[in-house]
Protein backbone atom coordinates (compact mmCIF):
# COMPACT_ATOMS: atom_id res chain seq x y z
CA UNK A 1 0.00 0.00 0.00
CA UNK A 2 1.26 3.66 -0.93
CA UNK A 3 2.65 6.17 1.58
CA UNK A 4 -0.83 8.23 0.17
CA UNK A 5 -3.54 5.23 1.29
CA UNK A 6 -1.51 5.08 4.29
CA UNK A 7 -2.34 8.66 5.44
CA UNK A 8 -5.92 7.75 4.53
CA UNK A 9 -6.17 5.23 6.53
CA UNK A 10 -6.40 5.47 10.31
CA UNK A 11 -8.56 2.50 11.70
CA UNK A 12 -8.41 4.24 15.55
CA UNK A 13 -10.60 7.14 14.26
CA UNK A 14 -13.26 5.16 13.08
CA UNK A 15 -13.69 6.74 10.26
CA UNK A 16 -15.67 5.34 6.96
CA UNK A 17 -14.92 7.73 4.82
CA UNK A 18 -11.25 6.82 5.83
CA UNK A 19 -11.83 3.15 5.07
CA UNK A 20 -13.53 3.12 2.26
CA UNK A 21 -10.35 5.74 0.34
CA UNK A 22 -7.84 3.51 1.86
CA UNK A 23 -9.45 0.52 0.33
CA UNK A 24 -10.04 1.88 -3.09
CA UNK A 25 -6.36 2.37 -2.68
CA UNK A 26 -6.12 -1.52 -2.72
CA UNK A 27 -6.18 -1.77 1.53
CA UNK A 28 -7.11 -5.33 2.59
CA UNK A 29 -7.21 -4.00 5.89
CA UNK A 30 -9.19 -0.68 5.61
CA UNK A 31 -11.97 -3.23 3.55
CA UNK A 32 -11.95 -5.84 6.37
CA UNK A 33 -12.56 -2.99 8.84
CA UNK A 34 -15.93 -2.02 6.74
CA UNK A 35 -16.82 -6.08 6.33
CA UNK A 36 -16.79 -6.08 10.39
CA UNK A 37 -18.87 -2.98 10.72
CA UNK A 38 -21.53 -4.08 7.98
CA UNK A 39 -21.22 -8.36 8.09
CA UNK A 40 -24.15 -8.77 10.73
CA UNK A 41 -26.93 -6.14 8.56
CA UNK A 42 -25.72 -7.49 5.04
CA UNK A 43 -26.27 -10.98 6.52
CA UNK A 44 -29.88 -10.14 8.18
CA UNK A 45 -31.07 -8.61 5.37
CA UNK A 46 -30.00 -11.65 2.73
CA UNK A 47 -31.78 -13.55 5.92
CA UNK A 48 -34.73 -11.97 5.46
CA UNK A 49 -34.98 -12.27 1.74
CA UNK A 50 -33.69 -15.91 0.92
CA UNK A 51 -35.08 -17.15 4.11
CA UNK A 52 -32.31 -19.94 4.35
CA UNK A 53 -29.09 -19.14 6.83
CA UNK A 54 -26.71 -21.21 4.51
CA UNK A 55 -27.78 -19.51 1.46
CA UNK A 56 -27.60 -16.12 3.41
CA UNK A 57 -24.26 -16.76 4.44
CA UNK A 58 -23.30 -17.39 0.95
CA UNK A 59 -25.01 -14.49 -0.71
CA UNK A 60 -22.66 -12.26 2.48
CA UNK A 61 -19.93 -13.76 0.70
CA UNK A 62 -20.84 -12.88 -2.44
CA UNK A 63 -22.07 -9.12 -1.84
CA UNK A 64 -18.46 -8.54 0.00
CA UNK A 65 -17.06 -9.66 -2.81
CA UNK A 66 -18.38 -8.26 -5.19
CA UNK A 67 -18.14 -4.89 -3.59
CA UNK A 68 -15.09 -5.25 -2.83
CA UNK A 69 -14.37 -5.75 -7.23
CA UNK A 70 -16.35 -2.85 -7.61
CA UNK A 71 -15.11 -0.06 -5.30
CA UNK A 72 -13.92 2.11 -8.28
CA UNK A 73 -17.57 2.56 -8.88
CA UNK A 74 -18.44 3.56 -5.32
CA UNK A 75 -19.13 7.73 -5.97
CA UNK A 76 -19.45 8.28 -2.50
CA UNK A 77 -22.53 8.48 -0.06
CA UNK A 78 -23.63 6.21 2.67
CA UNK A 79 -21.86 2.81 1.80
CA UNK A 80 -23.87 1.07 3.99
CA UNK A 81 -26.61 1.60 1.79
CA UNK A 82 -24.39 0.68 -1.23
CA UNK A 83 -23.14 -2.12 0.17
CA UNK A 84 -26.82 -3.53 1.43
CA UNK A 85 -28.02 -2.82 -2.60
CA UNK A 86 -25.42 -4.88 -3.72
CA UNK A 87 -26.57 -7.66 -1.01
CA UNK A 88 -29.95 -7.12 -1.97
CA UNK A 89 -29.40 -7.85 -5.49
CA UNK A 90 -27.38 -10.80 -4.63
CA UNK A 91 -29.87 -12.10 -2.29
CA UNK A 92 -32.78 -11.79 -5.25
CA UNK A 93 -30.15 -13.61 -7.43
CA UNK A 94 -30.14 -16.77 -5.13
CA UNK A 95 -33.77 -16.63 -4.54
CA UNK A 96 -34.30 -16.95 -8.05
CA UNK A 97 -32.26 -19.77 -8.09
CA UNK A 98 -34.37 -21.50 -5.55
CA UNK A 99 -37.21 -20.90 -6.55
CA UNK A 100 -36.44 -22.86 -9.89
CA UNK A 101 -36.19 -25.61 -6.98
CA UNK A 102 -39.17 -27.61 -5.20
CA UNK A 103 -40.43 -25.23 -2.65
CA UNK A 104 -39.94 -25.76 0.97
CA UNK A 105 -42.49 -24.30 3.46
CA UNK A 106 -41.61 -21.56 6.12
CA UNK A 107 -42.06 -23.67 8.94
CA UNK A 108 -39.35 -26.26 7.38
CA UNK A 109 -36.87 -24.40 7.98
CA UNK A 110 -36.96 -24.44 11.65
CA UNK A 111 -35.70 -22.38 14.01
CA UNK A 112 -33.40 -19.48 12.78
CA UNK A 113 -29.47 -20.63 13.04
CA UNK A 114 -28.49 -17.63 15.94
CA UNK A 115 -25.04 -18.77 15.53
CA UNK A 116 -24.92 -17.15 12.09
CA UNK A 117 -26.75 -14.51 12.60
CA UNK A 118 -25.31 -13.45 16.34
CA UNK A 119 -28.07 -10.41 17.01
CA UNK A 120 -30.98 -13.05 17.02
CA UNK A 121 -29.37 -14.59 20.19
CA UNK A 122 -31.79 -15.47 23.09
CA UNK A 123 -30.61 -13.18 25.88
CA UNK A 124 -33.07 -14.83 28.41
CA UNK A 125 -31.32 -15.30 31.90
CA UNK A 126 -33.53 -18.28 32.64
CA UNK A 127 -35.29 -21.08 30.56
CA UNK A 128 -39.05 -19.76 31.62
CA UNK A 129 -38.04 -16.40 30.01
CA UNK A 130 -35.87 -17.81 27.32
CA UNK A 131 -38.72 -19.93 26.16
CA UNK A 132 -40.87 -17.24 26.53
CA UNK A 133 -38.52 -15.14 23.98
CA UNK A 134 -38.57 -18.45 21.27
CA UNK A 135 -42.20 -18.33 21.02
CA UNK A 136 -42.44 -14.59 21.16
CA UNK A 137 -39.67 -14.45 18.41
CA UNK A 138 -41.19 -17.59 15.90
CA UNK A 139 -44.42 -15.71 15.97
CA UNK A 140 -43.26 -12.80 14.76
CA UNK A 141 -40.81 -14.45 12.12
CA UNK A 142 -43.94 -16.24 11.07
CA UNK A 143 -45.87 -12.92 10.60
CA UNK A 144 -42.53 -11.65 8.84
CA UNK A 145 -42.44 -14.12 6.51
CA UNK A 146 -46.45 -13.92 5.57
CA UNK A 147 -45.83 -10.05 4.35
CA UNK A 148 -44.98 -9.31 0.60
CA UNK A 149 -41.46 -9.52 0.04
CA UNK A 150 -40.96 -5.88 -1.05
CA UNK A 151 -42.63 -4.63 2.51
CA UNK A 152 -40.71 -7.20 4.32
CA UNK A 153 -37.37 -5.94 2.81
CA UNK A 154 -38.54 -2.52 3.10
CA UNK A 155 -39.71 -3.06 7.05
CA UNK A 156 -36.63 -4.88 7.43
CA UNK A 157 -34.24 -1.72 6.03
CA UNK A 158 -35.50 0.55 8.21
CA UNK A 159 -36.71 -1.06 11.59
CA UNK A 160 -34.66 -3.73 11.60
CA UNK A 161 -31.33 -2.01 10.04
CA UNK A 162 -31.99 1.53 10.86
CA UNK A 163 -31.48 3.22 7.21
CA UNK A 164 -33.00 5.88 7.01
CA UNK A 165 -35.83 6.54 3.97
CA UNK A 166 -32.91 7.51 1.60
CA UNK A 167 -31.04 5.00 1.96
CA UNK A 168 -33.74 2.11 1.78
CA UNK A 169 -34.74 3.80 -1.68
CA UNK A 170 -31.17 3.60 -2.68
CA UNK A 171 -30.86 -0.27 -1.16
CA UNK A 172 -34.08 -0.86 -3.32
CA UNK A 173 -33.68 1.14 -6.03
CA UNK A 174 -37.20 3.17 -5.70
CA UNK A 175 -38.61 7.02 -4.94
CA UNK A 176 -39.10 8.42 -1.91
CA UNK A 177 -42.41 8.18 -1.62
CA UNK A 178 -42.51 4.33 -2.70
CA UNK A 179 -40.22 3.73 0.93
CA UNK A 180 -42.40 5.33 2.94
CA UNK A 181 -45.84 3.66 1.81
CA UNK A 182 -44.32 0.59 1.59
CA UNK A 183 -43.32 0.94 5.13
CA UNK A 184 -46.71 2.02 6.08
CA UNK A 185 -48.13 -0.69 4.52
CA UNK A 186 -45.90 -3.16 5.76
CA UNK A 187 -46.22 -2.00 9.79
CA UNK A 188 -49.88 -1.94 9.48
CA UNK A 189 -49.82 -6.02 7.75
CA UNK A 190 -46.99 -6.97 10.62
CA UNK A 191 -49.82 -5.44 12.97
CA UNK A 192 -52.75 -7.27 11.66
CA UNK A 193 -51.29 -10.32 11.48
CA UNK A 194 -49.52 -10.23 15.14
CA UNK A 195 -53.32 -9.51 16.42
CA UNK A 196 -54.21 -12.60 14.33
CA UNK A 197 -51.66 -14.40 16.74
CA UNK A 198 -52.18 -13.34 19.65
CA UNK A 199 -52.82 -16.36 21.39
CA UNK A 200 -49.70 -17.79 20.70
CA UNK A 201 -47.38 -14.98 22.18
CA UNK A 202 -46.56 -14.89 25.76
CA UNK A 203 -49.41 -13.39 28.19
CA UNK A 204 -46.75 -10.35 28.93
CA UNK A 205 -46.05 -9.29 25.40
CA UNK A 206 -50.38 -8.41 24.89
CA UNK A 207 -50.83 -7.04 28.76
CA UNK A 208 -52.21 -3.74 28.02
CA UNK A 209 -50.18 -1.16 29.48
CA UNK A 210 -51.45 0.59 33.29
CA UNK A 211 -54.18 3.04 32.45
CA UNK A 212 -55.52 1.73 29.45
Avoid at 19 to 46: K, P, T
Avoid at 47 to 65: H, L
Avoid at 93 to 119: M, T, Y
Avoid at 172 to 185: E, I, N, P, Y
Wanted: hydrophobic share 40%.
Amino acid sequence: MTAFCEALWAPEQGEEEAWVAAARCGSADAFNELVLRYQRQVHNLAYRIIEDSAAADDATQEAFISAYQSLGRFRGGSFRAWVLRIAANASHDELRRRRRQPKVSWADFGDLDEEANPHLADPGPNPEQSLQQQELRRVLERALGKLPEHQRLTLVLIDSLGLSYEEAAHVMGVALGTVKSRLARARSEMQRLLQEERELLPFRAWSPAPGR
